[in-house]
């Protein structure tokens, strides 16, 4: 008998660990190489012994989460969910209000938009769940015959004012993926009004890297090996990384699957020939936009602000304080006495989270920590900066047209060079894991 079929896999985020699985149950000998010091990319949790539960939340699971609801119940990962609320408050310079899409009573009381603003938006979203079986927030395949060109906004002014988009949708997009509304595809607000309401929203006790660590079981993890370069030799691919003491290393391999964010994968498969990289492949590789994050905790004392609550910035203008999200904790004293404590993650808005891109972490928190209190009038003055994490890759942008453009690629993946990602369809962990799956099948069925 041969041996098994080696496939490389570049970056440990949650598509390359999707990828991983479904290449290791084939047979295949996985090789994943991964830059930072832990597998689950930008799904990935910090851990601080100061704070009980020790893990610093930073994605969630949602109900509507088919591929990862299925994979939780598989590898009996369900004590590892905690429900958190899915309240929602909207500021308006400072005011926050309560917006609870749940239910067309709580929307039909919202105080920041006009009664006819409240009707067009509950309507728009009964509208889309009519369609909810068709419009997927997920799969490219899916909702590319929906991409029309137009934009969240150019969808939302044909139910409601301006003002009413600012204070109604926009807050709800643009508050957790930080990316203008004008420059993402209507299909991604749509999507949002078919699925949102009604769900429930978890997190992992341990960090969402539990399932990363689960998807890759089998496989080889050479982390902290930066990738630098791709080459066809006549044996395979070769992969050339640097290892976590500098030292350069090349391994060969019969094919890869690039799971990095799009620029990087853009570069590292610069070189390779077009019957490998098709044109409209590197267009799309190239042409993806990103909006950075950096994620700021805070501990505060319980009361100033409410627990297990996500506040968003109302209004059209790019805000200072972009997004908050609060999470109760235990936070252990000098005494080693555990007391009651809020970790407050803040998000600026996306002018000043590229300003302070790549500062020290004083200086980031010294421009964000007086800003606090225009997202959250009454936020405390007393706050203790915690930690920060920046993303220079956040959030895909998901652009008008783009996700036509992701459907032909997808069908157009083959050996021995496919991709995986995000940014083929939106921000979501969900979305990233279907990317890698078929990624995989690429590979497993060409």
């Given at each position: 008998?041969?041996?098994?079929?080696?496939?490389?896999?570049?970056?440990?985020?949650?598509?390359?660990?999707?990828?991983?699985?479904?290449?290791?149950?084939?047979?295949?000998?996985?090789?994943?190489?991964?830059?930072?010091?832990?597998?689950?990319?930008?799904?990935?949790?910090?851990?601080?012994?100061?704070?009980?539960?020790?893990?610093?939340?930073?994605?969630?699971?949602?109900?509507?989460?088919?591929?990862?609801?299925?994979?939780?119940?598989?590898?009996?990962?369900?004590?590892?969910?905690?429900?958190?609320?899915?309240?929602?408050?909207?500021?308006?310079?400072?005011?926050?209000?309560?917006?609870?899409?749940?239910?067309?009573?709580?929307?039909?009381?919202?105080?920041?938009?006009?009664?006819?603003?409240?009707?067009?938006?509950?309507?728009?979203?009964?509208?889309?769940?009519?369609?909810?079986?068709?419009?997927?927030?997920?799969?490219?395949?899916?909702?590319?015959?929906?991409?029309?060109?137009?934009?969240?906004?150019?969808?939302?002014?044909?139910?409601?004012?301006?003002?009413?988009?600012?204070?109604?949708?926009?807050?709800?997009?643009?508050?957790?993926?930080?990316?203008?509304?004008?420059?993402?595809?209507?299909?991604?607000?749509?999507?949002?009004?078919?699925?949102?309401?009604?769900?429930?929203?978890?997190?992992?006790?341990?960090g969402m890297q539990v399932l990363a660590e689960r998807l890759t079981e089998g496989a080889e993890h050479r982390l902290?090996?930066?990738?630098?370069?791709?080459?066809?030799?006549?044996?395979?691919?070769?992969?050339?990384?640097?290892?976590?003491?500098?030292?350069?290393?090349?391994?060969?391999?019969?094919?890869?699957?690039?799971?990095?964010?799009?620029?990087?994968?853009?570069?590292?498969?610069?070189?390779?020939?077009?019957?490998?990289?098709?044109?409209?492949?590197?267009?799309?590789?190239?042409?993806?936009?990103?909006?950075?994050?950096?994620?700021?905790?805070?501990?505060?004392?319980?009361?100033?602000?409410?627990?297990?609550?996500?506040?968003?910035?109302?209004?059209?203008?790019?805000?200072?304080?972009?997004?908050?999200?609060?999470?109760?904790?235990?936070?252990?004293?000098?005494?080693?006495?555990?007391?009651?404590?809020?970790?407050?993650?803040?998000?600026?808005?996306?002018?000043?989270?590229?300003?302070?891109?790549?500062?020290?972490?004083?200086?980031?928190?010294?421009?964000?920590?007086?800003?606090?209190?225009?997202?959250?009038?009454?936020?405390?003055?007393?706050?203790?900066?915690?930690?920060?994490?920046?993303?220079?890759?956040?959030?895909?942008?998901?652009?008008?047209?783009?996700?036509?453009s992701s459907a032909r690629v997808t069908r157009g993946l083959r050996p021995p060079v496919v991709f995986a990602g995000d940014?083929?369809?939106?921000?979501?962990?969900?979305?990233?894991?279907?990317?890698?799956?078929?990624?995989?099948?690429?590979?497993?069925?060409?």
């Amino acid at each position: 008998m041969g041996s098994a079929a080696r496939t490389a896999i570049i970056g440990g985020g949650m598509a390359g660990c999707a990828a991983a699985r479904e290449l290791v149950r084939s047979g295949r000998e996985v090789t994943i190489f991964e830059t930072g010091e832990g597998l689950g990319g930008r799904a990935r949790s910090w851990h601080r012994p100061e704070i009980e539960p020790t893990v610093g939340i930073n994605l969630m699971y949602v109900s509507f989460y088919p591929l990862m609801t299925r994979l939780v119940e598989e590898y009996g990962l369900k004590d590892q969910l905690v429900r958190i609320s899915s309240d929602v408050y909207i500021s308006d310079g400072g005011n926050a209000v309560p917006l609870s899409s749940d239910s067309p009573l709580n929307i039909l009381k919202y105080p920041l938009a006009s009664l006819r603003d409240r009707l067009g938006f509950a309507f728009a979203g009964l509208q889309q769940v009519r369609r909810r079986d068709r419009l997927d927030l997920f799969d490219p395949l899916k909702a590319a015959p929906f991409d029309d060109g137009s934009s969240i906004a150019d969808f939302a002014h044909r139910y409601m004012s301006p003002r009413g988009f600012d204070f109604l949708l926009r807050p709800q997009v643009e508050g957790f993926w930080n990316f203008r509304c004008e420059d993402v595809s209507s299909v991604h607000g749509r999507a949002l009004l078919a699925w949102l309401g009604g769900s429930t929203f978890q997190v992992f006790r341990d960090g969402m890297q539990v399932l990363a660590e689960r998807l890759t079981e089998g496989a080889e993890h050479r982390l902290g090996h930066e990738v630098t370069d791709l080459q066809l030799t006549g044996e395979g691919v070769r992969v050339i990384a640097r290892t976590p003491s500098g030292d350069p290393v090349g391994t060969v391999v019969d094919d890869v699957v690039v799971a990095t964010p799009a620029p990087i994968a853009a570069k590292l498969t610069a070189t390779l020939p077009g019957d490998v990289v098709g044109g409209e492949t590197r267009t799309f590789l190239e042409t993806q936009e990103y909006e950075p994050a950096i994620s700021f905790a805070y501990l505060v004392e319980p009361g100033g602000l409410p627990a297990g609550a996500h506040i968003v910035a109302g209004g059209s203008a790019d805000p200072p304080i972009r997004n908050m999200i609060t999470y109760p904790r235990k936070v252990r004293d000098g005494d080693g006495r555990l007391t009651d404590r809020l970790l407050v993650f803040a998000y600026p808005g996306r002018a000043l989270t590229r300003r302070l891109l790549g500062a020290a972490p004083q200086e980031q928190f010294a421009a964000v920590t007086p800003l606090l209190k225009t997202l959250w009038r009454d936020f405390p003055a007393d706050c203790e900066p915690f930690h920060v994490v920046e993303r220079p890759f956040g959030f895909p942008i998901p652009a008008p047209g783009r996700y036509r453009s992701s459907a032909r690629v997808t069908r157009g993946l083959r050996p021995p060079v496919v991709f995986a990602g995000d940014y083929f369809n939106s921000p979501t962990t969900e979305a990233a894991l279907l990317s890698g799956v078929r990624a995989a099948n690429a590979l497993l069925t060409a």
